[in-house]
């Protein structure tokens, strides 16, 4: 059993900067395709950001491109969000989620899901 827990999420002001971590354990993190997912009160669970198992191919939405990179390091077990120029309309719990089936922008593909860690930027 894959588990997941994120961690850095906090409160910031707009245009600062956060870096979220997400810690795996019980799989094989460095098969799996990761990503961060977002969602805001009364929205829908949302893309952001994917990475692939190798560390060679990323995807963004385009709301978060130029602004976030997402990374990992496979020794550690652990991927990241680092999020610049934070606005408020970033405000919302994130996700992060292990081996998606399929397209890595749906939500419902993914295999594991971490706890979420608020990310609240205020104005």
């Known amino acids: 059993q894959v588990q997941l827990v994120e961690s850095g999420g906090g409160l910031v002001q707009t245009g600062g900067s956060l870096r979220l971590s997400c810690a795996a354990s019980?799989?094989?993190?460095?098969?799996?395709?990761m990503g961060w997912f977002r969602q805001a009160p009364g929205k829908e669970r949302e893309f952001v950001a994917a990475?692939?198992?190798?560390?060679?191919?990323?995807d963004y939405a385009d709301s978060v491109k130029g602004r976030f990179t997402i990374s990992r390091e496979n020794a550690k077990n652990t991927e990241y969000l680092q999020m610049n120029s934070l606005k408020p309309e970033d405000t919302g719990v994130y996700y992060c989620?292990?081996?998606?089936?399929?397209?890595?922008?749906?939500?419902?593909?993914?295999?594991?899901w971490g706890q979420g860690t608020q990310v609240t930027v205020s104005s």
């Open positions: 989620a292990a081996r998606p089936r399929g397209s890595w922008h749906e939500s419902t593909n993914y295999d594991y």
């Open positions: 019980g799989g094989t993190f460095n098969r799996y395709t």
């Open positions: 990475i692939r198992w190798s560390g060679g191919f990323t």
